[in-house]
């Protein structure tokens, strides 16, 4: 069972370049997000996808963009890298309703130098 | 505004037992969740609470929730070297919120 998977796992980038994400859950889940953990801060929702087609702002989505491409994928990009955007990326996603229980992918750690 | 805090370590010997605890601030919280993060990779659901019980047994795990004081403590028994990892604690209203984590960290 492949989940939720992400990719890429490493990236590193220069300020000012761009780049995507890439998300994709396989669990037919309606809800997906993306996470931004920082040491000491614990996971800040980026954006978040209640259903296919819709998509709302986080706790921090200034630099981000997001886009729903269907059921299944979630991709986080970012148009112009900053330092302050060194971090690690965490895309989850649940069923509606029921315990609400995220599953996670394994991450995108990723660098702006 | 909603806000979930956690110590940041905790270092017990294996055998022991190991307090996590967590304070959050929306009353309205449906559900409270421990998750675990293992070095190198994503959140785990561990165990959740249902806002309307006090507590919950999973084998080594107690959930206890004081819903008076907006208190969370995981406590997990006879604790091993395999449990060393971040644990959260996250409450849902209509999003998940998580605390900052707390390292948990077995020595021998």
């Known amino acids: 069972n492949a989940g939720v998977t992400q990719t890429p796992k490493f990236q590193v980038l220069k300020t000012g370049q761009s780049m995507t994400l890439q998300c994709a859950q396989d669990?037919?889940?309606?809800?997906m997000y993306w996470y931004q953990q920082d040491p000491g801060m614990g996971l800040r929702l980026i954006y978040y996808?209640?259903?296919?087609?819709?998509?709302d702002k986080g706790e921090v989505p200034n630099g981000y963009n997001v886009s729903r491409l269907n059921k299944r994928e979630f991709s986080l990009r970012l148009e112009s890298a900053a330092p302050s955007q060194t971090s690690v990326y965490f895309c989850?996603?649940?069923?509606?309703?029921?315990?609400?229980?995220?599953?996670f992918g394994e991450g995108s750690r990723l660098t702006v130098l | 505004g909603e806000d979930v805090e956690q110590s940041l370590f905790l270092s017990v010997r294996e055998g022991d037992s190991s307090v996590i605890n967590c304070t959050y601030t929306?009353?309205?919280?449906?559900?409270l969740y421990w998750y675990k993060q293992e070095p190198g990779a994503g959140l785990q659901l561990l165990t959740y609470?249902?806002?309307?019980?006090d507590m919950k047994q999973d084998q080594r795990l107690t959930v206890l929730l004081n819903k008076k004081d907006k208190h969370l403590s995981l406590r997990i028994a006879d604790t091993q070297t395999g449990d060393s990892a971040i644990y959260f604690c996250?409450?849902?209203?209509?999003?998940?919120?998580f605390g900052t984590g707390t390292r948990l960290q077995v020595f021998p």
């Open positions: 669990m037919n889940h309606n809800s």
């Open positions: 929306d009353s309205s919280s449906t559900y």
């Open positions: 609470i249902f806002s309307n019980m």
């Open positions: 989850a996603s649940s069923e509606t309703g029921g315990t609400g229980e995220l599953f």
């Open positions: 996250a409450e849902r209203d209509d999003k998940l919120i």
């Open positions: 996808s209640a259903s296919e087609g819709t998509t």
